[in-house]
């Protein structure tokens, strides 16, 4: 079967996008892991499938699948691409679209100076929310990976989040505790592991070993998360400008209760079409 597909990427986090409303698309697990080969396939972190909505309230519906096959609930670089490619393929005029999601809705707009900001919703803490297995009510939590124990932070983007500070991203032991932290039986459904320097109260730098894809050139839940912890422990003041491998990303978080803004780039690469 041949499907047309976009590669797309923000901030070298790269995705292989689906158009699946005018086209028929049912990806299998093997199917996705083959799109993401880097070898054998088109390669990427993660699959973008654009659907009709299934709810009345929305636009479109948003459907994410890593690497490694398995779908998960949220991804903010994709859907910052999200909204630049229903717009580039006339799958709508909208500039501001609302987009159905495993976790709800997001609402994402393409601004005039071609940059996106995606409102990602209310950040959660609660320990079901995460999933996380607590050991108290304590925003940083003792975390044992391996022979160190890491203070953690977590909460949910829609997707599940361990932030922790380090004193350095370029020497911090993304390699060796990023799988741990991901795989750790305190996160029953796998977490993402963010290692987050404070530059100053507005200015992070960031690396996220993501669930189901290993380390990537940036991460936008990852970005929001770690921007919403840092304020939450009394680091970072928002806006915060978070610097990661891939490129600069702008969170905005006014505190409990209210939603996450992140803004950044979205760049089409190119366009063909694969038998799977």
Not at 154 to 161: F, I, K, Q, R, Y
């Amino acid at each position: 079967m041949k499907i047309r597909f976009t590669k797309m990427h923000g901030l070298g986090n790269d995705f292989v996008v689906l158009d699946a409303v005018s086209q028929a698309i049912d990806l299998t697990p093997a199917q996705a892991r083959f799109l993401a080969d880097r070898h054998f396939g088109v390669g990427c972190d993660q699959i973008l499938v654009v659907e009709k909505a299934m709810r009345p309230d929305a636009d479109f519906r948003y459907r994410i699948f890593n690497a490694d096959g398995g779908e998960v609930e949220q991804c903010g670089n994709g859907a910052r691409c999200f909204v630049r490619f229903v717009h580039e393929k006339g799958l709508t005029r909208k500039t501001a679209i609302r987009v159905e999601t495993r976790c709800g809705l997001i609402e994402p707009r393409l601004e005039d100076d071609g940059l996106v900001t995606v409102d990602m919703g209310v950040p959660r803490f609660e320990p079901s929310h995460v999933p996380f297995v607590a050991e108290s009510d304590a925003l940083v939590q003792p975390l044992r990976v391996g022979d160190a124990t890491v203070e953690i932070t977590a909460l949910s983007m829609g997707n599940p989040h361990a932030v922790q500070a380090v004193a350095n991203v370029d020497t911090a032991p993304v390699a060796e505790q990023g799988p741990l932290i991901e795989n750790h039986p305190r996160f029953p459904q796998r977490v993402n592991a963010g290692f987050m320097q404070a530059v100053d109260r507005h200015a992070i730098r960031l690396r996220v070993y993501e669930r189901g894809a290993g380390e990537t050139l940036a991460c936008g839940t990852g970005a929001c998360a770690a921007v919403v912890a840092g304020i939450a422990r009394g680091l970072l003041d928002s806006p915060v400008k978070v610097a990661t491998r891939g490129g600069e990303l702008a969170i905005a978080w006014d505190g409990p209760g209210q939603p996450v803004r992140m803004t950044g780039p979205a760049v089409s690469v190119f366009d063909s079409e694969i038998d799977i």
